[in-house]
Nanobody, 122 residues
């Protein structure tokens, strides 16, 4: 089991940027794929981005391609989500998750963080 703690959320104006971090505890972090998901009020949790254990493979949702970038630092047991050109539609609670493979569905991830709120004002 891996414990995950997100940080870096907040309130930002449209067009602004934020960088989310997800710190993991446990010795297995470098062997895990990591994902970011988000959930807006009244909506289902949706895939944002994922990265393989080595960082050599990434995947981004169409809605964030070209604006968001996932990365990781295995020496720091941390995965990041750089978010640029933020829009009001990006407002949600953002969650990081750990799993065995790069995947876009929630059921493929075993461990989840508590989430961090991102609010984008127009």
């Amino acid at each position: 089991q891996v414990q995950l703690v997100e940080s870096g959320g907040g309130l930002v104006q449209a067009g602004g940027s934020l960088r989310l971090s997800c710190a993991a505890s446990g010795r297995t972090f470098s062997s895990l794929a990591m994902g970011w998901f988000r959930q807006a009020p009244g909506k289902e949790r949706e895939f944002v981005a994922a990265i393989s254990w080595s960082g050599g493979s990434t995947r981004h949702a169409d809605a964030v391609k070209g604006r968001f970038t996932i990365s990781r630092d295995n020496a720091k047991n941390t995965v990041y989500l750089q978010m640029n050109s933020l829009q009001p539609g990006d407002t949600a609670v953002y969650y990081c998750a750990a799993g065995r493979f790069v995947a876009t569905i929630t059921s493929q991830y075993v461990d989840w963080g508590q989430g961090t709120q991102v609010t984008v004002s127009s």
